[in-house]
């Protein structure tokens, strides 16, 4: 049960990640808390699939939101916003990346 929780949670701060309308302190609190969820979660190959489940749809927003940046005429203010969300959204993937890289080396540490 705790392990579903803590994969809502880390749906929920992901979502809250992805917006582009967060302060820098609010950005800050909620990737502590969403590293705090991925630390609680066991370290198993469920954990992994999940993870890496992410990671694939963290690739496909950020495909989608390059396009719509691209849709948008240099200058503009549209462009603007486009870039700080994609910005965002750059570095949420970063971190689900690094995150599962993580947790693959922690499982083939360990072995299974």
Same mark, same amino acid.
């Given at each position: #049960?705790?392990?579903?929780?803590?994969?809502?949670?880390? &749906? *929920?701060?992901?979502?809250?990640?992805?917006? %582009?309308?967060?302060?820098?302190?609010?950005?800050?609190?909620?990737?502590? #808390?969403?590293?705090?969820?991925?630390?609680?979660?066991? *370290?198993?190959?469920?954990?992994?699939?999940?993870?890496?489940?992410? /990671?694939?749809?963290?690739?496909?927003? /950020?495909?989608? /939101?390059? %396009?719509?940046?691209?849709?948008?005429?240099?200058?503009?203010?549209?462009?603007?916003?486009? &870039?700080?969300?994609? /910005? %965002?959204?750059?570095?949420?993937?970063?971190?689900?990346?690094?995150?599962? *890289?993580?947790?693959?080396?922690?499982?083939?540490? *360990?072995?299974?």
């Amino acid at each position: #049960m705790d392990q579903y929780i803590a994969w809502a949670n880390i &749906d *929920h701060y992901i979502r809250r990640l992805s917006s %582009n309308d967060l302060t820098p302190d609010s950005r800050n609190t909620i990737t502590k #808390m969403l590293i705090k969820e991925e630390d609680k979660l066991s *370290h198993d190959l469920e954990q992994l699939e999940f993870a890496e489940h992410r /990671v694939a749809a963290g690739r496909k927003q /950020v495909n989608r /939101v390059t %396009n719509l940046r691209d849709g948008f005429a240099f200058g503009t203010r549209e462009r603007r916003q486009a &870039d700080e969300l994609l /910005v %965002n959204i750059e570095n949420l993937q970063t971190q689900l990346e690094d995150a599962c *890289h993580l947790l693959r080396r922690r499982i083939n540490s *360990h072995g299974l």
